[in-house]
Nanobody, 114 residues
């Protein structure tokens, strides 16, 4: 499984961004796809995930502001981020969990200015 993340950038507080994660390879083996982030000096944390049947999870810090979705026809997962805060600044990574292991995409930088 190969994952390609995109959509990061610089935005002012209160603004919005949409991240995309395009999957290729053994896509049929993917059970869960998710977004993680890592801020400078902090550990990587899970932001959200979506299962193959559409169940979702959000961390408390983004609940109500971020929405995860997937377009199976395009083999792409999205993270719509609204009401962004400076503390959302981080490198965002997409990941896929399969029966054969976990796969990670390259990160995309999100910077929220105050």
């Amino acid at each position: 499984v190969q994952l390609q993340a995109s959509g990061g950038g610089l935005v002012q507080a209160g603004g919005s961004l949409r991240l995309s994660c395009a999957a290729s390879g053994r896509i049929f083996s993917i059970n869960v796809m998710g977004w993680y982030r890592q801020a400078p000096g902090k550990q990587r944390e899970k932001v959200a995930h979506i299962t193959s049947v559409g169940s979702t999870y959000y961390s408390d810090s983004v609940k109500g502001r971020f929405t995860i979705s997937r377009d199976n026809a395009k083999n792409t997962m999205y993270l719509q981020m609204n009401s962004l805060k400076p503390e959302d600044t981080a490198i965002y990574y997409c990941a896929a969990t399969t029966y054969g292991g976990d796969y990670w995409g390259q990160g995309t930088q999100v910077t929220v200015s105050s």
